[in-house]
């Protein structure tokens, strides 16, 4: 074999060996445009047991009943560092017990949704009780959830978890509250990436009308939209986005719940 021919074959393996690094290590999240889903990563998990069924209403994303919701006891809180101000709400995860042999229960893994916050606790350092402090990667689950990977015994148990795609039952539900021209729409049963990055509401009589995050997944706005039917423009973390026309009638009233298209 020739020198140049050598030499030019080195520069192709190096230009090959260049572009497919940098394919790998630009590829990430969104599940919806990868085939496989992100490497797993290390963080720690425990458990709360709710004492009262109150206990399982409410959280920082604003779904309340988490049955009525959908969501039931697969869910979980997040630490400060994965809450990201509650933009996360809405997104999947899927966790497995780090493999240990007292603990852990082999070959299982939980698919949870992010509906709450775990509160950091600067009282305490983040490896002296401040379990969600930053820069701690925590996961808080119902019991329900934790015992389906691990031991209850385990406490505060090494995990592996990594983000995947949501898949849900039926069509994206609006929930619409507010008065007069102030309207609030709370976001529920999101598949897909699961959490809403931005949402736009139109009446007949309108054009499309960005709405504002007011907390967690509800979203508002100060528009008179009342005796029109309402529709849906809802974008996902990934840029994805799902119209919906027409999913509230012209008689909609506030306090109902009604039912959209559905990410795929």
Not at 13 to 32: E, K, M, Q, R, V
Request: proline share 5%; net charge positive.
């Amino acid at each position: 074999m020739s020198l140049l021919l050598i030499i030019n074959l080195s520069i192709i393996l190096a230009l090959s060996s260049t572009a497919t690094s940098h394919y790998s290590s630009s590829s990430s999240f969104p599940p919806s445009q990868s085939s496989s889903f992100p490497e797993w990563r290390s963080a720690r998990a425990t458990y709360y047991a709710a004492a009262d069924p109150r206990d399982a209403v409410g959280g920082a994303c604003g779904y309340g009943d988490l049955v009525k919701a959908g969501y039931g006891m697969a869910t979980v809180g997040l630490s400060e560092v994965l809450f990201e101000r509650g933009q996360i709400c809405g997104a999947c995860f899927e966790l497995k017990c780090v493999d240990d042999l007292r603990w852990c229960i082999a070959g299982t893994s939980i698919i949870v949704t992010a509906t709450n916050f775990c509160a950091p606790n600067y009282g305490f350092t983040p490896d002296g009780g401040g379990r969600c402090n930053s820069p701690n990667k925590h996961f808080v689950l119902p019991i329900e959830a934790f015992e389906k990977i691990a031991i209850w015994k385990a406490g505060n148990m090494p995990v592996l978890y990594r983000r995947i795609k949501c898949r849900k039952e039926g069509g994206i539900r609006f929930i619409i509250d507010g008065s007069n021209i102030f309207i609030s729409v709370l976001i529920t049963n999101v598949a897909g990436a699961g959490d809403v990055a931005a949402v736009k509401i139109k009446g007949s009589r309108t054009g499309w009308l960005p709405m504002g995050r007011n907390w967690g997944q509800n979203w508002h706005i100060n528009a008179d939209l009342k005796n029109q039917p309402l529709s849906f423009e809802v974008t996902n973390s990934d840029g994805v986005t799902v119209t919906s026309y027409n999913v509230a009638p012209k008689d909609w009233n506030f306090g109902q719940s009604f039912e959209g298209k559905q990410f795929v």
